[in-house]
């Protein structure tokens, strides 16, 4: 068991080494990304990055408070599923009703790797090989999928 602080250390040294491997390579129209924090440019939609001690994830996460728009949201990304599983070459979870970390109702669109401690370096080189490929695809993904969501803005 680790310290709070050994936890939040540890957990900010894997995020460091994941960005600065992932630094060098460009996202799908060239530029540079911020793949840790990746940016959609459609508020209430996130592409994250999640591991703890059981679990790593790759999600989709739409968090719109409003229920409707959510549904909106999800529905779009249901029309767009067979253009993400071919671009990830996965098959995705789908979540129309989920709950985030805080109890909140989001719908999620996720991939997981399970076992995997995040907190054991050994595993380290597991979640980047579980987690490159899958943000990548998102990337990709999304600099065609982005458009479909233009009236949803």
Do not use: C
């Not at 990746?38 to 001690?53: E, Q």
């Amino acid at each position: 068991m680790y310290s709070k602080t050994e936890a939040a250390q540890l957990r900010q040294a894997f995020w460091t080494a994941f960005g600065q491997y992932m630094q060098p390579v460009p996202g799908a129209e060239g530029l540079p990304t911020n793949w840790v924090n990746y940016k959609t440019g459609l508020k209430h939609v996130y592409f994250r990055l999640h591991a703890d001690n059981r679990r790593a994830t790759v999600s989709i996460d739409i968090t719109h408070p409003d229920a409707g728009l959510r549904e909106l949201f999800f529905a779009q990304f249901e029309e767009l599923r067979l253009m993400l599983e071919e671009t990830s070459g996965d098959a995705w979870m789908w979540e129309a009703e989920a709950t985030d970390e805080y109890g909140k109702p989001i719908s999620r669109i996720y991939q997981e790797l399970v076992p995997v401690n995040m907190f054991n370096r050994d595993d380290w080189p597991r979640l980047i090989s579980f987690f490159k490929p899958r943000i990548v695809a998102l990337d990709e993904f999304w600099s065609t999928a982005q458009y479909a969501f233009d009236e949803l803005r």
